[in-house]
């Protein structure tokens, strides 16, 4: 029976954006739903599919999940990639966490008025190159392996790789005093899981345009 | 060895206050530290004690653990507090997870300008009367248990009946018209930890006032 996972949420990255690529690292195939309309919004809300009446809601295992962290959590236990113990998990969260923390900030990015963005702009990179970024350089460089946590592939890597790639679509050149982040680019890259999700006619999401913002904003409202 | 968990952070509930529900619950002794000042803070950072130059910071089992989601998840992990499964897990996040948005509004509160403090009231109690109560008054009615998942106590318990009195202090009826909400709080309340948790002396902390408004701008110098 076994169907693929659907996921549903609006055209945009968004906060499912982070759930495709932890499917896609798994080698998971799923499906998606589009939601174009606050009419497609309200009619899963109405067909009681929603738990808080919010999206992302992903269809798995039987299971309408929502909420991002519960999501993520449940692909990774299952996919393993989340660690061997306790304690490795502890170091995963700790990394995503504090991952997490600078994705929000680059996700309201978009929203900010215009006269703000410059300096917004300022601080998101003063995060990743002095608060983000280094962390994971260090840890890198303090045990010498090709992943971050217990020296195997876990969801931090997916995670770190995919706010590199963030980072670097506002700054091209935000590696250029990591070069241990560097490498780890380029071989997470090169995992054949990860290298199809970055080709063309994945399901990846382009950055967000302004002139998604408005029907964004309606079908929210 | 083992010694007891300690906790830094400021006097005050803040990021905090979940953990220390977990732990009391867990039936865990813990100790506390109390930042005062923006230079203690700074000095931890340069320790290499806070991964991201943040607190909450706990050391627990010889790691130092920053980051509340990945305490709290371990903390569960390791007294059991977690469910059985991947599936229970599951439950035990969404349901820990939305409690947590609505948390986000009263963590947020003592923050509001004054002019704005009776609206924000309003959209809590919207919130909890609308969005997030009536799902746990409904899991609770359809499986007739008195925990929220897999007939066990578990983070998730914790978790509501936190943000069941953070809310009732603000809005005092709101559990008005959830009687399984109602009976549940009073099951938690005679929880022997949480009882313990709940009277004087505990490592409860109160209610933010101003003077923990103050301390948090002075030492996170927040914008």
Not at chain 1, 75 to 85: F, H, T, W
Not at chain 1, 162 to 177: G, H, N, Q, S, Y
Not at chain 2, 5 to 20: A, C, H
Not at chain 2, 173 to 190: C, D, E, I, R, Y
């Amino acid at each position: 029976m076994s169907g693929k996972p659907v996921l549903h949420y609006v055209s945009v990255r968004g906060r499912m954006e982070p759930v495709k690529w932890l499917l896609a690292a798994a080698g998971v195939e799923f499906e998606e739903r589009i939601l174009k309309t606050k009419d497609d919004l309200q009619k899963l809300r109405t067909d009681g599919c929603l738990l808080f009446q919010q999206v992302p809601m992903v269809e798995i295992d039987g299971m309408k999940m929502v909420q991002t962290r519960a999501i993520l959590n449940y692909i990774a236990g299952k996919y393993n990639l989340y660690g061997k113990d306790l304690k490795e998990r502890a170091l995963i969260d700790m990394y995503v966490e504090g991952m997490a923390d600078l994705y929000d900030i680059i996700m309201n990015h978009d929203f900010k008025p215009a006269n703000e963005k410059e300096k917004d702009l300022a601080n998101i990179m003063d995060k990743a190159t002095n608060r983000y970024l280094p962390v994971f350089e260090k840890v890198l460089k303090d045990h010498g392996h090709d992943f971050l946590v217990g020296n195997k592939l876990s969801r931090a890597d997916v995670n770190l790789l995919e706010t590199i790639l963030m980072v670097e679509e506002f700054k091209p050149d935000a590696l250029a005093k990591f070069p241990l982040l560097q490498s780890f680019k380029a071989r997470m890259s090169n995992i054949p899981s990860i290298k199809k999700f970055l080709q063309p006619g994945s399901p990846r999401k382009p950055p967000l345009q302004e002139k998604d913002i408005p029907n964004l904003l309606a079908i929210f409202s | 060895m083992s010694e007891k968990p300690r906790l830094t952070y400021i006097n005050g509930r803040g990021r905090m206050e979940s953990i220390r529900w977990l732990l009391a619950a867990a039936g865990v002794e813990f100790e506390e530290i109390f930042l005062q000042t923006r230079e203690q803070l700074l000095k931890l950072g340069q320790d290499g004690s806070l991964m991201f130059h943040q607190l909450p910071l706990v050391e627990i089992d010889g790691m130092k653990l920053v980051q509340c989601r990945a305490i709290l998840s371990y903390i569960a992990g390791k007294y059991n507090l977690y469910g059985k499964d991947l599936k229970e897990r599951a439950l035990i996040d969404m349901y820990v997870e939305g409690i947590s948005d609505l948390m986000q509004l009263i963590l947020m509160f003592p923050f509001s300008p004054p002019e704005a403090k009776e609206k924000n009231i309003a959209t809590i109690s919207e919130k909890a009367t609308e969005r997030y109560f009536p799902v746990f008054e409904k899991v609770l009615k359809q499986h007739g248990q008195d925990f929220l998942v897999g007939n066990r106590f578990s983070w998730a318990d914790v978790q509501l009946m936190e943000a069941i009195l953070a809310v009732e202090e603000k809005v005092p009826s709101v559990l008005s018209g959830f009687p399984q909400l109602q009976a549940f709080k009073t099951k938690m309340s005679n929880m022997p930890t949480i009882k313990k948790f709940l009277q004087p002396g505990s490592p409860r902390k109160p209610p933010p006032d101003e003077n923990y408004v103050a301390t948090v701008m002075k030492i996170f110098k927040l914008d």
